[in-house]
């Protein structure tokens, strides 16, 4: 069996709750989780002293959580003893044939192929590291303020194609056999297989600087070394919130107290292509308003309202269409869209309350009333 541990305290001196910072909408301990759960691993264990972190990670598939004892949760503790307290924790499903991983909230880009590629390489007697290539000229620091190469020579300094390459560990990758751990109590075995990660995978977060130089990496490509996407099922029907959905939760009032919304545009069109595909999207808001009604009526969709139980709704409508559960989506943003965001596949907008996001599925990277469906619509034809 292959096995993946996340090790992740609450404390760090660095960064406030590092494990729980964002990266594009997502957590460092869940973007963990979710890569982990689409690699070759069959089992992954969130080992953490935070009930915070534990239930940030809940409803990744094939997560199982380990809350430290005191002695493994210290700052002086090792991933070591970490690894050595789980194994006995869960000695009823682990065993010494086993595969372990270490793979670190903290190194974000960690890819899915990294992580294969260490379990397949990965025998007893062999364990791998993830690395990175390195042809600089290094320097190593001398008393009083100089310096002197490690590396090569102050009197001969050859072309950069003509130079080794050395190999530097990244520290987000590791795998070695259960048998080999207990003999040696060390992550590397005998024999170690290194395996090559490219640049962005060797950023490791400990300081401000890295955290927002990795949000830089993220902002310019989303979806690097993430699959959120991935095996997505293709929905039937979408259901979804009005007020900071499909608006900005914003409105206005004039002297007639008549209120009045900022919708997109994005969303019609896009709504509009995905009825023309046989897509179903319907509106359910706990709110009466007209406003509602007009622009369902603009979309040509249903729109339900006044709504106190939203999943009962849902379910409802389901049973009258001839769907299951897994046919449906649904896209909330706000406390009372809770319910149905655990029991479907969700999504929200980036700036959901932050309960939504932790059971939501997919955090768009779009605000709510700016065209989410537009991204919805990119996430349905691109996983076909």
């Not at 086993?98 to 990965?122: E, G, L, V």
């Not at 024999?191 to 949000?215: F, G, H, W």
Request: hydrophobic residues 35%; aromatic residues 6%; proline residues 4%.
């Amino acid at each position: 069996m292959n096995i993946i541990v996340i090790p992740a305290r609450a404390g760090s001196k660095g960064i406030k709750n590092k494990n729980l910072q964002e990266i594009e909408g997502t957590s460092l301990v869940k973007r963990a989780a979710l890569n982990a759960s689409d690699s070759i691993a069959d089992l992954i264990f969130v080992s953490t002293d935070s009930p915070t972190i534990a239930e940030e990670v809940s409803r990744v598939p094939r997560v199982k959580i380990h809350m430290r004892s005191a002695q493994t949760s210290s700052d002086e503790a090792s991933t070591e003893s970490v690894i050595e307290e789980l194994v006995k924790d869960f000695s009823e499903v682990i065993h010494p044939k086993d595969k372990i991983a270490i793979i670190q909230a903290t190194s974000p880009f960690t890819s899915i192929d990294t992580i294969n590629k260490s379990f397949t390489s990965t025998e007893l007697g062999v364990s791998t590291v993830g690395v990175i290539e390195s042809i600089q000229f290094r320097w190593k620091r001398q008393k009083r303020g100089y310096c002197k190469p490690t590396n090569h020579s102050k009197n001969f300094r050859p072309r950069r194609q003509d130079i080794q390459p050395e190999l530097i560990e990244t520290g987000g990758c590791y795998v070695f056999t259960v048998e080999d751990f207990l003999i040696n109590k060390s992550r590397f075995s005998k024999k170690v297989i290194p395996i090559i990660q490219s640049e962005p995978e060797s950023l490791d977060i400990d300081t401000q600087d890295e955290l927002n130089l990795a949000r830089s990496i993220a902002s310019k490509n989303s979806s690097i070394y993430i699959n959120q996407k991935k095996n997505i099922k293709k929905p039937k029907l979408i259901f979804t919130d009005f007020d900071g959905c499909l608006t900005d939760d914003l409105a206005t009032l004039n002297e007639l107290g008549e209120e009045s919304v900022r919708v997109s545009r994005k969303d019609g069109a896009s709504i509009g292509r995905l009825i023309g595909n046989g897509i179903q999207v319907v509106i359910i808001s706990s709110e009466e308003n007209p406003v509602v009604n007009k622009r369902a009526q603009k979309l040509k969709i249903v729109s339900i309202q006044g709504v106190k139980n939203k999943l009962e709704i849902a379910k409802k409508i389901l049973l009258d269409t001839g769907f299951d559960e897994t046919d449906a989506w649904f896209v909330g943003n706000d406390i009372n869209d809770l319910e149905p965001v655990k029991y479907f596949f969700s999504l929200c907008p980036r700036d959901a309350v932050d309960e939504i996001k932790n059971h939501s599925d997919i955090i768009l990277k779009t605000h709510g009333g700016a065209g989410i469906f537009a991204e919805i619509s990119r996430l349905i034809y691109e996983s076909e």
